[in-house]
């Protein structure tokens, strides 16, 4: 459950499938287990196409994934859409900028939910839409160089998106004093050394060491198939 006093600070709310239905729990409304599970496309009829739906048709494809569903809602809300088999597909607070919606308006099977959540964003929540990813890179840059002056900084790299990120504005910060280590534990993606070498040491030309630990790694999981132990098993072997 979600505390109830969060919808009383004035904030904008936008809860999406699980997150419509734990909003209307916590203000009155009901969720019942229903047979009618819906995964999948779904046609939607938008009976309330005002604000966080303006701009929608009056039926539209949508993209489902549920087995609950909202069965009733408190006095406060309204409904603004609604499939054959679900009455609340969309929801809104008649007086606080609180809606809900049990489809999924992030992905591509909701082929018009970039406008739901664009509308969310700029005329509920009131930005202004100016923000681009290069900004935050450029600030990042410039904080970064701040905050080492002329240390040396080592960079653990996975060759996942997070560390891949960090290491590559890391090198636009400060270049020669950042060292990366990549730790290949016998765990990577098909030719994912290869590839963390190419890009880190031939597109940005970082100081990268490599270091062999398949034997290690592979020897503290042998006889284990318990997922957790294993992150256990992995994360105590990087540590040490």
């Known amino acids: 459950k979600c505390e109830e006093g969060l919808f009383d600070l004035g904030i904008p709310v936008l809860g999406i ?14 969720v019942d287990n229903t047979r009618s599970r819906e995964y999948g496309r779904a046609m939607c009829e938008f009976t309330d196409r005002d604000s966080i739906l303006r701009g929608m048709q009056e039926s539209e494809q949508v993209w489902m994934s549920h087995g609950d569903q909202v069965s009733q809602i408190a006095d406060q809300f309204t409904a603004m859409a609604k499939t054959s088999t679900c009455p609340y597909a ?30 969310f964003v700029i005329d ?13 890179a450029d600030a990042a840059i410039e904080s970064i160089r701040k905050q080492v002056g002329n240390k040396r900084v080592i960079c653990g790299l996975s060759g996942g998106v997070d560390s891949s990120v960090v290491a ?9 004093q950042l060292s990366c280590i990549l730790v290949d534990n016998g765990l990577l993606r098909k030719n994912e050394q290869q590839i963390v070498l190419e890009e880190f040491s031939n597109h940005f030309k970082t100081d990268l060491h490599i270091v062999e630990a398949e034997d290690r790694f592979l020897a503290d999981l042998a006889g284990i198939d318990e997922p957790q132990e294993k992150r256990r098993r992995i994360g105590h072997a990087f540590i040490e």
């Open 17 to 30: 499938c699980y997150g419509m239905q734990l909003a209307c729990q916590a203000v009155g409304g009901k």
């Open 90 to 119: 969309a929801i809104r607070h008649n007086e606080r900028p609180v809606f809900g919606m049990q489809f999924h308006p992030e992905v591509t099977h909701t082929p018009h939910g970039g406008q739901i959540l664009r509308n």
């Open 124 to 136: 509920v929540c009131g930005c202004d839409g100016s923000w681009k990813l290069g900004d935050f």
């Open 168 to 176: 590559a504005l890391l090198y636009k910060a400060i270049g020669p």
